[in-house]
Nanobody
Framework: QVWLQESGPGLVKPSQTLSLTCTVS????????WSWIRQSPGKGLEWMGV???????YYSPSLESRTSISRDTSNNQFSLQLTSVTPEDTAVYYC??????????WGQGTQVTVSS
């Protein structure tokens, strides 16, 4: 069984950078891909980006200019940074295993609110 746990601030001010970390247990981030996904109020799930087993990254075109995913293999963690946030970035953010559409394991999600 693979477990994922998101961590990071629940409140971010507009124009600042949102930073979240996902800690993975029961599996290695050096295998397969690991994604960030979000769900804004009243909207469906939005795939944000993925880090591959080789450290390569791929992002949603709509978020690519503001999104960065990195990893810490020594701690089996991968992280998300989203710059220049606005209230429209308010969402529940999930980390999950997998690449683009299939995600077998998910974190519980963390609420991030963008507000001054």
């Amino acid at each position: 069984q693979v477990w994922l746990q998101e961590s990071g601030p629940g409140l971010v001010k507009p124009s600042q950078t949102l930073s979240l970390t996902c800690t993975v247990s029961g599996g290695s981030i050096r295998t397969s891909g690991w994604s960030w996904i979000r769900q804004s109020p009243g909207k469906g799930l939005e795939w944000m980006g993925v880090m591959g087993d080789d450290g390569s990254t791929y992002y949603s075109p709509s978020l690519e200019s503001r999104t960065s995913i990195s990893r810490d293999t020594s701690n089996n963690q991968f992280s998300l940074q989203l710059t220049s946030v606005t209230p429209e970035d308010t969402a529940v953010y999930y980390c999950a295993s997998g690449w683009y559409e299939r995600h077998d394991y998910w974190g519980q999600g963390t609420q991030v609110t963008v507000s001054s």
